[in-house]
């Protein structure tokens, strides 16, 4: 039975008993920041377990894309070298939110596993666990299901502590928690390994391949157990495994799901032994890293991004382990859209996009990969102690970018470990200094416990009158203000929007008689606006009545900067292709700041295109039509969603443009007509990520003002060439082959100079053992320059050691060369490494030049004078 086909039997199975079918979610977990990525089906129902969403649904079932390569469960180390830990892997799932509970959910997994009409798997191959003091699930089992008791295995408090066990989850150390039971396949005797709870259990012949949770305690901090009103469930089973079960193999390798790969990574590698673990490693890493890049994750030196990375560095470097040095993982993306292209339609659509993700950091990869292998082979033959040292690895991941993984990976190979926690340590102290750098305002809303919610008029109007439901004084809710006092005010209902999506917070005023409290800004926590400011004038206390006034002109320049972001998003896919998705946005009264995906510059031509095709359709002054809907509806309608953002069962479609240029999902506030944007002019694109570039723009009187400035500056330069704005480049272009012209003029006569300084110096050079030896001071002399006298001194020297230094100011240039002849028994880069700390400086280099510097030029002659000693200790 083929793993599509199993997958489509799961999900047909649950459809029967009355569960709605629900698309994977993306591997970015939105806006949950306690996971870096989704790790198991029922993360997308985290809230609706909290309570704190309600869907349509009280049963869903689900293929669950998940990945486990950091955090808590990271399986990273393991992959390729056992036969079932993945960094990807799907997780087949059914849930109840409140309606059935233990009966109907161990009989539905069985029903499925053991059943002719769906998984047909043999009773007496599968054996349970629940938790040992879970006797109603243990009397399904026993009574209703008829396990005999010998294959129902009770697992306690295994872990150190109450409730700590395998067979009891929670959700963290306090809310949602309950015993969990498991079913397992015997995968016969034949294969190592004892039952669940046995000291063997580690082994590969008892599997889990069904864990079902049974929510139904909620945990205090204090500890105390206290029954949830409405019990759920949740269950996992991982489809690699069972496909394993089913395709009568041992190894998830083995399945059909994973063949073609490991034949398209051995095509692309020349690789024959179709059982070497690099195949699979490649396999593995070529399905989390496509899919990770598909929801939007890029590679990069932090967060996600660096996980992303490290996962693709070490499967090019598998590859490398292969024999094969050039690019090649790019190439195996084709194989993976052919393989799971059916059941994802995004992979199909994000083909081209992952493949020029792969490609371009195989290209980056590949330049720092041999100036650190060759660091990293100097630092393993130098390991005592079967250690390589912390300092080591810190600066492999700091300087050539080898992800700590990678490090340790190639350490294992040899027969050695790594210094972790020197790592760590060195690891800490940059992060203290990159937190040291930076400025933080102080957040008083995080600990803000709020009831109720504010309500959000701003769409339609700039002024309302509301009721002070809370006042926040430093952190605490009190009950009055007096005259001069910061603080947060919170409302039942505001016209104030508060910053999300890009767009900052509105500033303003709340009054009453007697009473002014400036807004400077609007910010959410939950459902409620909070807005921070200042009590310029009178007293205020909780249910107090205000009228809050939104300051216009600053909401409607920000609304155009806003409006005019979903246009420009709309041209850049237009011009560069439909990859081009929102990594980033900001959007206040002055600019708007764009962020998107794409892997080079936006040429000049490309930029006008883009300006051309928004300035278009703010002339074309078509209506903004908004749209509260669900979000199928949404999708249809062809609303585009933003990376990182969370929707609701209720969105808000945004269209705007001359036939629907731009249809988004946006909570945002904006113009009534695109011709209320006025003008756009793009101020600026750069990179500022792998993979991400970042526009500027602005709008209105900003642009208008901006083109002023532009235009006086053209007339300060033609003021100063003497030439008119029409001949400005023409002047420029020609003024800048002049000074090629005298550089090089230039450069002429300082090598000049530096031959005849050359000719000069031989007459200091001394005689040492045979060896002419010369150590000199000069002035002014550019690097350049001076290691063109010291190879000329060298030439004329014969059998020589040569040390120049060349002061300018308080700074000292140091070169040394030595004749290849000599190379052997003196090296000019121990000599750098000599010299230069006698003039409070440092450098190296190879053992025929090496160059340096040094701040101590007082202490240069003394130190030049004990270079014919050194050179004669080195004879």
Not at 139 to 158: F, H, K, L, M, S
Not at 495 to 506: K, M
């Amino acid at each position: 039975m083929k793993s599509a086909d199993i997958r489509q039997a799961f999900l047909q199975f649950f459809k029967s008993k009355q569960h709605e079918i629900v698309p994977s979610s993306s591997l970015v977990p939105g806006n949950d920041p306690t996971l870096l990525f989704t790790n198991a089906g029922m993360v997308q129902f985290k809230d609706v377990f909290l309570g704190e969403d309600q869907r349509p649904y009280n049963r869903a079932t689900s293929s669950q894309r998940c990945v486990r390569a950091g955090g808590k469960h990271n399986d990273l180390e393991n992959v390729g070298y056992t036969a079932r830990h993945h960094t990807f892997f799907e997780m087949l799932g059914n849930f109840s939110f409140g309606d059935y509970f233990k009966k109907d959910a161990i009989h539905f997994a069985w029903e499925f596993l053991t059943s002719a009409e769906w998984m047909g798997i043999p009773t007496e191959k599968l054996s349970v666990t629940v938790y040992e003091e879970d006797n109603e699930a243990y009397e399904i089992w026993r009574d209703q299901i008829g396990v005999p008791v010998e294959r129902i295995i009770r697992i306690g408090d295994n872990k150190g502590g109450r409730y700590n066990s395998d067979n009891f989850w929670a959700m963290g150390d306090t809310g949602p928690c309950g015993p969990c039971t498991e079913i397992f396949y015997d995968h016969g005797a034949e294969i190592w390994g004892g039952p669940p709870g046995s000291p063997e259990e580690d082994g590969d012949r008892f599997i889990e391949i069904w864990n079902i949770v049974f929510m139904q305690f909620n945990r205090s901090a204090s500890g105390e157990m206290a029954p949830l009103p409405a019990p759920s469930v949740d269950t996992g089973m991982g489809l690699e495994r069972v496909s394993a079960v089913m395709q009568g193999v041992h190894s998830n390798y083995e399945i059909d799901l994973f063949q073609n790969l490991l034949k398209a990574v051995a095509r692309e590698t020349g690789a024959t032994d179709m059982e070497d673990k690099s195949l699979r490693v490649i396999a593995d890493h070529l399905r989390s890293c496509a899919f990770l890049v598909v929801d939007g994750v890029l590679p990069s030196n932090e967060g996600r991004g660096y996980v992303l990375r490290r996962i693709m560095r070490r499967a090019i470097r598998h590859g490398h382990k292969l024999g094969q040095p050039q690019a090649f993982f790019h190439k195996l993306v084709p194989a993976l859209v052919a393989e799971m292209g059916d059941a994802y339609p995004e992979l199909v659509k994000a083909e081209e996009q992952v493949a020029k993700v792969f490609a371009l950091e195989e290209e980056q990869f590949a330049k720092t990969l041999e100036k650190g292998m060759a660091v990293l082979e100097t630092a393993l033959a130098e390991v005592q102690e079967q250690q390589l040292s912390g300092a080591v690895v810190f600066t492999l991941y700091d300087t050539y970018g080898f992800p700590l993984d990678l490090t340790a990976d190639i350490a294992r190979e040899r027969g050695l470990t790594i210094d972790e926690a020197g790592y760590d340590a060195l690891m800490e102290q940059q992060r203290q200094q990159s937190r040291a750098a930076g400025h933080f305002k102080v957040d008083y809303s995080g600990v803000i416990k709020l009831e109720g919610a504010t309500g959000f008029l701003g769409y339609d109007r700039l002024t309302d009158a509301g009721v002070v439901t809370a006042l926040i004084k430093e952190g605490e809710q009190v009950e009055s203000l007096a005259e001069g006092d910061s603080a947060l005010i919170v409302l039942n209902h505001t016209p104030f929007y508060a910053e999300s999506g890009g767009q900052v917070g509105d500033t303003g005023y709340l009054r009453a008689e007697g009473v002014l409290f400036e807004v400077t800004d609007c910010t959410k926590q939950g459902s409620h606006h909070l807005h921070h400011g200042r009590l310029v004038e009178g007293s205020l206390s909780v249910g107090d009545k205000l009228m809050a006034e939104v300051n216009g002109n600053v909401r409607g320049q920000t609304a155009a900067n806003h409006s005019a972001t979903h246009l420009l998003h709309a041209a850049l896919r237009t011009v560069l292709g439909d990859h081009v998705s929102q990594k980033g946005s900001l959007n206040d009264s002055l600019k708007l700041r764009f962020d998107f995906s794409h892997f080079e510059p936006v040429t000049k031509e490309q930029l006008k295109t883009i300006e051309a095709m928004v300035n278009e359709q703010v002339r074309a002054n078509t209506p903004v039509n908004t749209a509260v809907t669900d979000m199928d509806s949404a999708v249809e309608m062809g609303a585009m969603a933003l990376f990182g953002e969370k929707y609701g069962d209720q969105v808000r479609v945004l269209s705007m443009g001359r036939d629907n240029f731009s249809v988004e999902l946006c909570g945002g506030t904006h113009v009534r007509h695109t011709g209320d944007i006025g003008l756009l002019r793009i101020t600026s694109e750069a990179g500022v990520a792998a993979g991400v570039r970042r526009i500027e723009a602005v709008t209105g009187a900003n642009a208008l003002a901006f083109i002023d400035e532009q235009e006086t500056r053209l007339q300060s330069v033609c003021e100063l060439l003497k030439t008119g704005a029409d001949k400005v480049v023409d002047r420029v272009s020609g003024l800048r082959q002049e000074l090629r012209d005298l550089e090089k003029q230039l450069q002429e006569a300082k090598a000049k100079l530096a031959a005849a300084g050359s000719d000069d110096l031989i007459n200091q050079a001394q005689d040492v053992a045979g060896v002419q030896v010369l150590a000199a001071s000069l002035n002014g002399v550019d690097d350049k320059s001076l290691g063109e006298m010291v190879d000329k001194l060298k030439d004329k020297l014969g059998q020589a050691v040569v040390l120049l230094a060349s002061v300018e100011g308080d700074k000292i240039t140091l070169i040394a060369g030595v004749t290849k002849s000599l190379s052997g028994r003196v090296k000019a880069g121990d000599l750098i490494k000599f010299f230069a700390p006698l003039v409070d400086g440092k450098g190296g280099g190879r053992p025929d030049m090496a160059r340096g510097g040094g701040t101590n030029v007082a202490a240069l002659p003394g130190a030049l004078a004990q270079v014919n000693d050194w050179v004669a200790s080195q004879l």
